[in-house]
């Protein structure tokens, strides 16, 4: 730490796609008010941040700090510090095992006032920290929550958490307090673990206390843009009561670089990921089809389907003859750093692929940015993760929605009703699907007529929202840009009447 003071301290959950915008966001912050600031996290996680920055050196005005955090001492495996290839059940465990960094947090703030004399600025910390409220208090700073998944989703699982049990009759739709009577919402929506929570649970009570501590919170910083959610921010400001500062979409410097997007500037290689090919590669492929004419299917950082579902999904995306880019990886119940096994597929599958040059299948990862950015690609099969569907919007492609988990059913009800740049073709991992359906919804997104043509129209000005949002050019600043400076501000105000 040297000499430098600290003005801002962030904790963001153990998770790639969360400590990613809170570097970004670290980044965005420095850039525009010059502040020095500190991620606090697990050795691992620390680590992986540290990795992310040129010869893994970051910059004198970020701080690293690891907090001790024993895995095995809840349960978890060894060395099981962040989301990445735990099932959910273990994802669970991380969460609730998050609160044991109370200690180790509180010390570290205190040491840092000890050197500095006083009290960071404020926290920033995870939705899923609301334990930080009560620490920020006790060290005479506030808490800020940063969500890191849009508001419209967020605010789904805050009140469904907040507001147990929902559905009063045997009905399978049901409404979510803070959202307008005509927004309903399906069980299927839910993963398992969620329809079975009653309030009583051992989920339920612990989400339960950290949002509604997180509600005590000074503000809430989101990465959505105004323009993009005004039903959900809307509603978010209405159910939290506080101020709320979409200061999103924070996307990846080379997605940025590539778009006329310009304002973001952080780096986010994903450290730990081997890639399945090179971004050339990819692109050399993407070159040799037409404009908008390629799917790209992919389920995010770590989710997969059934052996069934991939299946299907395959004969499907035969039958519909559009070209395609699969990201793939082995089927529900196998290791999924394991070697890919042919016989998931139907026979002959990939050979065929590559030789009528329909489709690419690459393992494990694929280089999504270069991809969605290439004018070949026409839509996105997605697990609707919120940064997936930030890459996708922002470079205006369409989107199939296949939601996993966390809040990915609610982002994509979101696409779907009030965007309408999606259609949803089935949810979970334990639907059945057929590839009749998969040729379907193929075949309705991609057509550049009906209702294939209206989702792109809509797309594409929502992809120009986000370039608004994010324009920072002499005076002219885009609403994300502004609700930065707001949030500056707001937290200077605070500090001049607390301290002057
Ligand atoms: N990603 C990628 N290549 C892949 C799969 C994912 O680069 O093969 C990146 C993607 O660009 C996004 C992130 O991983 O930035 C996934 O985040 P998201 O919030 O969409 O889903 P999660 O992985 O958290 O479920």
């Not at 992986?48 to 050196?57: A, E, G, I, M, P």
């Not at 992919?298 to 395959?314: D, H, I, K, P, Y």
């Not at 880019?325 to 042919?342: C, M, T, Y």
């Not at 992809?463 to 502004?482: F, L, M, Y």
Request: charged fraction near 20%.
């Amino acid at each position: 730490m040297g000499s430098q003071q600290i003005d801002i301290v962030m904790l963001p959950f153990m998770a790639h796609g969360h400590l990613i915008p809170f570097l970004s966001l670290a980044t965005q912050i420095h850039h525009r008010a010059g502040f020095n600031i500190a991620i606090a996290n697990t050795p691992l996680n620390i680590q992986y941040l540290r990795s992310t920055f040129h010869q893994h050196q970051n910059p004198p005005w970020i701080h690293l700090f690891e907090l001790p955090f024993n895995s095995a001492g809840h349960g978890l495996p060894p060395n099981s510090e962040n989301t990445e290839n735990l099932p959910l059940d273990q994802i669970g465990k991380l969460v609730i095992s998050s609160v044991s960094l109370k200690t180790p947090f509180h010390n570290l703030l205190l040491d840092i006032i000890k050197k500095q004399g006083k009290p960071p600025l404020c926290i920033i910390s995870d939705v899923f920290f609301g334990w930080v409220v009560e620490v920020a208090n006790i060290m005479n700073t506030v808490n800020i929550t940063f969500a890191t998944s849009g508001a419209y989703g967020t605010l789904a699982l805050f009140s469904f958490w907040l507001n147990l049990p929902h559905r009063k009759t045997d009905s399978e739709e049901f409404n979510l307090p803070g959202f307008p009577e005509r927004c309903k919402f399906h069980v299927s929506q839910l993963h398992e673990f969620m329809r079975k929570a009653d309030g009583n649970d051992s989920w339920s009570r612990f989400l339960k206390s950290q949002f509604s501590s997180s509600l005590q919170s000074f503000g809430w910083l989101t990465n959505t843009a105004e323009e993009l959610e005004p039903l959900g921010l809307d509603s978010l400001r209405k159910y939290t009561q506080f101020p709320v500062w979409p200061i999103g979409p924070l996307l990846q410097k080379q997605l940025l670089n590539k778009s006329p997007l310009s304002s973001s500037s952080s780096t986010t290689q994903h450290a730990g990921k081997s890639p399945g090919i090179s971004a050339e590669k990819c692109v050399e492929w993407l070159d040799m089809h037409d404009l908008a004419s390629v799917l790209y299917i992919s389920f995010g950082s770590q989710n997969t389907v059934s052996r069934s579902q991939m299946m299907e999904l395959a004969i499907g995306l035969e039958k519909s003859w559009t070209p395609f880019i699969w990201v793939i990886r082995p089927p529900l119940g196998f290791d999924l750093k394991a070697e890919f096994r042919s016989e998931w597929l139907p026979e002959g599958f990939e050979a065929r692929m590559k030789e009528s040059n329909q489709g690419l299948l690459v393992k494990n990862w694929a280089p999504q940015l270069e991809i969605l950015s290439h004018k070949s690609t026409g839509a996105f099969l997605s697990h609707c993760g919120w940064n997936s569907t930030m890459e996708s919007l922002s470079q205006g492609v369409k989107i199939i929605g296949w939601p996993m988990a966390a809040e990915q059913a609610f982002n994509s009800k979101m696409l779907v009703d009030e965007m309408g740049v999606s259609v949803e073709l089935t949810r979970g991992v334990q639907s059945s699907i057929s590839s009749e359906k998969v040729k379907e919804v193929i075949g309705i997104v991609m057509e550049k007529e009906g209702k294939g043509g209206d989702m792109k129209r809509k797309v594409e000005e929502i992809a120009h929202q986000i370039r608004e949002a994010v324009k920072d050019e002499g005076n002219e600043k885009g609403s994300s840009i502004k609700a930065k400076d707001d949030f500056i501000s707001a937290i200077k105000t605070r500090k001049q009447e607390v301290f002057s």
